[in-house]
């Protein structure tokens, strides 16, 4: 019988398989049928402590008995209250920038951009209507970024087959050359020379490049862009969906460059990866440039769900487990074992380019027909499903981003499988 479901990023005309999964529990996804998988990526990078955490699923639990959904237009309740209070309490901070004072909740990393561009151009429309400055539309990028799949999100993401359907609408930026080593002087002049022509607002992920094919570039040019957006009064947008929640080694991968963001998106592990929220952080001038006695000013935008009580609670259990117990810890612990099975794996006449920022390695496969409609992709994780991972190489680099619950024995499971990819596919 065939599904009437429709897959993201999925092509149904190719008749691939489709696994049926009935029940998870830390790193392992268990198969309707019988079987395991281990969950190599984090379920799309979203899942952290482990999948179906008892503290998160007890904090489901209770609140859906108490209260499950309020509008949030005006009214309000604990689980989010206390998790923009969170939130506030652990963003980044520096003795001389403003701090990510406001929290705008939504339900996925992409609204978290839409609402993080949406602020931003209020910011500079509502500065011109006070007659404080001229207003400012354009946003710069940087290349090979990915912000998600919404209009404006696409907008300032890479452009190519993902998105060429929708190219009418989506708005021209600016594209920042991506620093790669040695050509880090050619991306700063770049945003310095952007910067001058006063665009709104930069936007960025912090410290690596997810989908663009995990491209890491170093915290100093972090700082360094952020200290250019500065001088020129250009709003510094950190796209932290990916990064945060300790993939990177710290809980947000701006603290390693001391930037604190006008603007911040928090997304996938702010609920354990339990359950869909997001959040938008912004700083005390671009909240008091929509705070007003007009109606006209306030910040237009919203969905139903915004900051579900649930999703809240879950976001809540989350905060308590950073607070309570050694992530970072475990963070450190198992990007150590990555470090030293990724330096073997990298022996390997197969594969190319080692690379790791905290809890997220990659590398590349090194083949002939690697592009990003190539079957390669397709194909590695066909072989990596056979035997019992789930990953989803982009192109030819193959890269893990587990939850940190991944112990030592299923570690060397992964990397096995990857020596193997290294034999069949070299
Ligand atoms: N921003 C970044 C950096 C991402 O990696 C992603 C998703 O992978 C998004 C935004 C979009 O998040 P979502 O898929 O939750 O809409």
């Known amino acids: 019988m065939t599904s009437p479901v429709w897959h993201p990023f999925f092509q149904h005309g190719l008749n691939e398989p489709i696994p049926h999964v009935e029940r998870a529990e830390g790193a392992l996804l268990h198969l309707a049928g019988g079987g395991t998988l281990i969950d190599c990526i984090a379920s799309w990078w979203v899942t952290t402590h482990g999948h179906c955490h008892p503290r998160i699923v007890a904090a489901i639990a209770d609140q859906a008995g108490k209260l499950d959904q309020l509008i949030f237009a005006g009214y309000t309740h604990g689980p989010a209250e206390e998790v923009a209070q969170g939130l506030v309490d652990i963003a980044p901070r520096a003795a001389n920038r403003d701090p990510l004072a406001h929290v705008f909740f939504s339900d996925s990393g992409s609204t978290a951009v839409e609402v993080a561009l949406k602020m931003a151009l209020g910011y500079w429309h509502n500065r011109a209507l006070d007659g404080l400055s001229e207003p400012r539309h354009r946003i710069l990028v940087l290349q090979h970024s990915y912000h998600g799949d919404t209009i404006g999100a696409m907008s300032v993401g890479e452009r190519g087959v993902y998105n060429a359907a929708w190219s009418p609408l989506l708005f021209d930026v600016g594209t920042i050359p991506f620093p790669h080593a040695g050509q880090e002087q050619a991306t700063l002049d770049a945003l310095e020379a952007a910067c001058a022509q006063k665009p709104a607002a930069f936007i960025v992920e912090p410290l690596i490049l997810g989908a663009g094919g995990m491209l890491i570039y170093p915290a100093h040019v972090l700082r360094e862009m952020a200290a250019i957006c500065a001088r020129h009064d250009v709003l510094f947008i950190a796209d932290e969906v990916m990064t945060g929640w300790g993939r990177t080694g710290t809980l947000f991968a701006c603290e390693q460059a001391g930037v604190v963001p006008d603007i911040m ?51 809540a259990a989350n905060l308590a487990i ?80 587990p939850p940190y619950c991944l112990d030592a024995d299923q570690l060397d499971r992964v990397f096995a499988v990857l020596q193997k990819a290294g034999d069949a596919f070299g």
């Open 322 to 401: 950073w607070r309570e117990e050694d992530v970072l810890g475990r963070i450190a612990a198992l990007g150590q074992g990555m470090a030293q099975r990724l330096a073997r794996l990298a022996e390997h006449p197969a594969f190319a380019n080692p690379r790791q920022l905290g809890v997220i390695a990659a590398i590349d496969l090194i083949a002939p027909d690697a592009g990003y409609l190539s079957d390669l992709a397709p194909r590695l994780r066909a072989f990596a499903q056979e035997r019992g991972l789930l990953l989803r190489p982009l192109g030819n680099t193959i890269y893990l981003m």
């Open 265 to 315: 998106a928090v997304a996938k592990g702010i609920t354990g990866g339990a359950i869909p929220l997001a959040a938008t952080l912004a700083s005390p001038p671009i909240f008091e440039a929509h705070r007003s006695t007009d109606r006209a000013r306030l910040f237009y935008h919203s969905s139903s769900y915004t900051a579900n009580a649930i999703a809240c609670a879950a976001a």
